[in-house]
């Protein structure tokens, strides 16, 4: 079977520094992706690792360890704007693109 | 602006009811896929098109039933629906590319409501 975990929910103050965590069993591998999606709307693409380490864009980095079936989202300088669902999707298959995806993590920036 | 396009945004049916979702993109992607969001669950999903041909059936129920005319335009045709159905409905394209990474547009959604 295919199983993506994130925590629910995380809370964190304007400015801060906050990573959310993706741990994923699947069939296969070929890539995870990051997702935020605003409340009532669709998700928008963040970020892609395919290979270990960290990739980084802006005040958003992610980080990748394929043996340890792990990533993290890394958000910096939090703004409030940055409330939002961010999902943990993974490539499990080769061929056309079937993403899993995890249930999200709510983050929610307070002044 | 995504390039992607979804009618109607929101819609209210009963369970009798027949209704169909509709998508459209501008971006010349070549798949295009029907993914289900329902409250506190994964994104799911449904059915993916390639090149007008349906390459994935993701165990969907039968009162769900997509149609892809041609490469830009969606559809999913909806009857006898049950409130379980009630989700958001999301239409991605994609366009696969070697040696780059596979990016998934999403369009804004349908949020549907079956009473």
């Known amino acids: 079977g295919q199983n993506i975990d994130q925590p629910t929910e995380m809370t964190a103050t304007e400015g801060a520094i906050v990573q959310i965590n993706c741990t994923y069993q699947?069939?296969?591998?070929?890539?995870l992706f990051w997702y935020q999606q605003h409340a009532g709307e669709a998700p928008t693409f963040l970020s892609y690792?395919?290979?270990?380490g960290l990739e980084e864009k802006g005040r958003f980095s992610s980080f990748l360890s394929r043996s340890k079936g792990y990533s993290y989202l890394l958000l910096k300088e939090l703004q409030m704007k940055d409330s939002a669902s961010y999902l943990c999707?993974?490539?499990?298959?080769?061929?056309?693109?079937?993403?899993?995806f995890g249930t999200g993590t709510r983050l929610l920036v307070s002044p | 602006e995504t390039g992607v396009t979804q009618t109607p945004r929101h819609l209210v049916m009963g369970m009798t009811n027949k209704k169909s979702l509709k998508c459209e993109q501008h971006?010349?992607?070549?798949?295009m896929y029907w993914y289900k969001q329902s409250a506190k669950k994964p994104l799911e999903l449904m059915f993916v098109?390639?090149?007008?041909?349906?390459?994935e059936n993701n165990s969907v129920p039968s009162r769900f039933s997509p149609e892809c005319p041609n490469s830009s335009h969606l559809f999913l045709h909806l009857h006898t629906l049950q409130p379980e159905d009630s989700a958001l409905y999301l239409c991605?394209?994609?366009?696969?590319?070697?040696?780059?990474?596979?990016?998934?547009?999403f369009g804004p959604g349908t949020r549907l409501t079956v009473l």
């Open positions: 971006l010349g992607h070549n798949a």
């Open positions: 098109y390639s090149l007008e041909e349906r390459v």
């Open positions: 991605a394209p994609h366009q696969a590319r070697a040696g780059a990474y596979n990016e998934q547009f």
């Open positions: 699947t069939s296969g591998f070929n890539g």
């Open positions: 690792n395919v290979l270990d």
């Open positions: 999707a993974v490539k499990a298959n080769t061929g056309f693109q079937k993403l899993v």
